[in-house]
C-alpha cells in the first residue's frame, strides 16, 4: 500500500496540528484551568454513564457491573490528576541558590523547572475501554502535565470511542479551551498508526496493547529522525509464587481466590496470574488438585474481539504442546474454558514457548525443587508488570533471595493477595522490565504517571518573570 494516498493520513495531519496549535496554550495554563477540565471531564463521563456503559457493554462484551466500575475509576483518576495540579506537582520547581566563589563549591543560581512534553499520541487499550481509553490514565496524566492528547481509537471499542470523544469535546468547548487539547483519530491502517508515532508534531507516545504491536510502534517512535520516549505497555505473565509456608494454611480458599483471579474479566487482565510457581512438596500437589476444582466448573464471558480469541487459542495450543494438561478442559461457553498446564522448571527455562503470554483465562504451573530454581525460574520470565510471594512473612535467606529476584523483575511485588487489581494512587508503579514496559523507571497507573510527560529544564540566572 502507498501510504501517501491514505485519506487517514490527511486527517491525522489535520488534528496533530490541532495539538501543537493548542501546545504552548496548555502548557502555560494555570491549575484552576486544567483542573477545571479534568473535574468536568469526570462529570460529564458519571453523567452520561449509563448510555455509555450500553455501547461499551455491547462492544466489549465486558459486562454492566464490571463496566460501571470502569467509569467510577476513570473519573476518580481524573478528579485524582485534578488534585495533583492544584497541589502544584506539574510546577513543582527545585531551587539552588548562588553560591560565591570559585566552582565546584561555587555556582550560579538554578531553577530547574518541569515543562511539558507537547502532543502525546496515546494508543487506547483493547481490554479497558474507559480507564485505558479515551479519557483514562494516559490521557488524564498527560493533560495534567499539561501535554495536548492525540487519541488513537481502539478498533474494538470504536462506538464508545466516539462517545466518549464527543462528550470530552463538549466539555472542552464549554470551558472555552482549544478544540486540540483533546482530538480522535481513527486510523484506517496499521500504516496510520505508525504514520502518527512518527509524526513530527508528536512529542511523546503512550501505549497498551500486545508485545507485537507495542514493539513495531516502539521501534517506528526510535526509528523517527528525532526519536521521541515510548512510553509501552506491552504484556507480563505476572508469576505467583505459591510456597508451602502459605499453602499449609488455607490452600482451598488460596485456591478459589487464584481461579477467580486467573479468569476474572475471561483473563484480559495485564495483571493477569499467568504462572504459578510451586516448590515440591504435599501441599503444593494439594493446592493444584484444589485449583483445577476450583477453575474448572468457572464459565467466562466472550472475548473482546475475534482476533483477541484467536490469539489467545493459539498461545493455549502452543503451550498445551510443550507443557501437560492439569485438567481436561470442559467445553467453551461464550467464552473460553480455563485452561491449566504444568511442566518443570527446567523446561520452562529451557523453552520460550513456556513463557509466551496466554492473554485469556490460562495460567501454567511450574514445580521448582529448591528455592534457587524458583529464583531461576524467575529470572527466566525477565520482566513482568508484578510477581507475588505467597508465604514470604518471615524473615530468612530464602525469602530474601526470593524477593530480590521479584524486585529485578518486576515494578510491584505482592504479599498477599492476587495481583488483578490496580490501585489508583501516590505509591503505585504498573511497569517493570521489557516486555511489561518499554520505559519501567516509569509509572502507568498512578499519580507518578504524569511524570512521563515533563521533561525538566534547569534555568540559570533567569529573570524572576520566567519563574513565575
Ligand atoms: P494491539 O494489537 O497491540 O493493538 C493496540 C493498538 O495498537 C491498536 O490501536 C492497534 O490498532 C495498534 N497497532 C497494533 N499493531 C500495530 C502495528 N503493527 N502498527 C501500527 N499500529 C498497531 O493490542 P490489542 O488489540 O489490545 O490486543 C491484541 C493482543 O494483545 C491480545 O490478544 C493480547 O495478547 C495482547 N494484550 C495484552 C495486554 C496486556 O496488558 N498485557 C493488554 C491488551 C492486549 P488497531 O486498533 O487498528 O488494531
Avoid at 459486562?63 to 483518576?77: D, H, I, N, P, S
Avoid at 490496580?422 to 497507573?445: E, I
Wanted: proline share 6%; aromatic share 6%.
Amino acid at each position: 500500500m502507498n501510504i501517501q494516498h491514505d485519506p487517514s493520513l490527511a486527517l491525522i495531519d489535520q488534528v496533530v496540528a490541532k495539538a501543537v496549535a493548542a501546545a504552548d496554550f496548555w502548557a502555560e495554563s494555570p491549575a484552576a484551568v486544567r483542573a477545571a477540565l479534568l473535574n468536568g471531564l469526570a462529570t460529564a463521563l458519571e453523567d452520561r454513564q449509563a448510555e455509555l456503559v450500553a455501547i461499551a457493554d455491547r462492544e466489549s462484551g465486558l459486562g454492566e457491573g464490571r463496566l460501571k466500575g470502569e467509569v467510577a475509576r476513570t473519573a476518580f483518576q481524573l478528579r485524582g490528576f485534578a488534585s495533583e495540579v492544584e497541589a502544584g506537582v506539574p510546577y513543582r520547581q527545585v531551587v539552588s541558590d548562588a553560591v560565591a566563589g570559585a566552582p565546584p563549591a561555587g555556582r550560579p543560581a538554578l531553577v530547574r523547572v518541569q515543562r511539558a512534553l507537547g502532543p502525546v499520541a496515546m494508543f487506547s487499550a483493547s481490554n479497558f475501554p474507559f480507564a485505558f481509553s479515551v479519557l483514562g490514565g494516559d490521557t488524564s496524566s498527560a493533560l495534567a502535565a499539561g501535554c495536548p492528547v492525540v487519541v488513537k481509537a481502539h478498533s474494538g471499542h470504536p462506538e464508545l470511542s466516539r462517545a466518549v470523544y464527543e462528550l470530552a469535546a463538549g466539555v472542552v468547548r464549554q470551558q472555552g479551551l482549544p478544540e486540540g487539547l483533546l482530538t480522535l483519530v481513527e486510523a484506517t491502517s496499521r500504516a496510520g498508526g505508525t504514520y502518527l508515532v512518527q509524526h513530527p508534531g508528536i512529542a511523546a507516545v503512550a501505549f497498551t496493547g500486545s508485545y507485537q504491536g507495542g514493539k513495531a510502534l516502539w521501534q517506528a517512535a526510535n526509528e523517527r529522525p528525532r526519536p521521541v520516549p515510548f512510553f509501552g505497555e506491552l504484556g507480563s505473565i505476572n508469576p505467583l509464587v505459591a510456597l508451602p509456608a502459605a499453602l499449609e494454611k488455607d490452600s482451598e480458599g488460596l485456591a478459589k481466590t487464584l481461579a477467580a483471579s486467573i479468569t476474572l474479566g475471561c483473563g484480559q487482565f495485564c495483571t493477569s496470574p499467568g504462572l504459578i510457581v510451586l516448590l515440591d512438596s504435599p501441599h503444593s500437589e494439594r493446592f493444584v488438585a484444589q485449583l483445577a476444582e476450583a477453575i474448572a466448573p468457572i464459565a467466562t464471558h466472550r472475548m473482546l474481539t475475534a482476533g483477541m480469541r484467536q490469539g489467545f487459542d493459539a498461545a493455549a495450543a502452543t503451550v498445551a504442546a510443550n507443557a501437560d494438561a492439569v485438567f481436561t478442559p470442559a467445553a467453551d461457553g461464550a467464552g473460553p474454558a480455563p485452561r491449566l498446564f504444568s511442566t518443570d522448571a527446567a523446561a520452562f527455562i529451557a523453552n520460550a514457548h513456556l513463557r509466551e503470554e496466554m492473554f485469556g483465562p490460562a495460567a501454567l504451573l511450574v514445580r521448582a525443587a529448591s528455592v534457587a530454581e524458583v529464583v531461576a525460574v524467575l529470572e527466566a520470565v525477565g520482566g513482568s508488570l508484578t510477581t507475588t510471594l505467597w508465604g514470604a512473612e518471615q524473615a530468612s535467606d530464602d525469602n530474601r533471595q526470593l524477593v530480590r529476584a521479584a524486585e529485578r523483575i518486576s515494578g510491584r511485588v505482592l504479599f498477599g493477595g492476587v495481583p488483578t487489581g490496580v490501585a489508583v494512587c501516590h505509591a503505585q508503579q504498573h511497569g517493570g522490565p521489557w516486555p511489561s514496559s518499554t520505559t519501567p523507571q516509569t509509572t502507568s497507573v498512578g499519580y507518578a504517571a504524569l511524570e512521563r510527560f515533563l521533561r525538566p529544564v534547569a534555568l540559570q540566572d533567569a529573570p524572576a518573570w520566567t519563574l513565575g
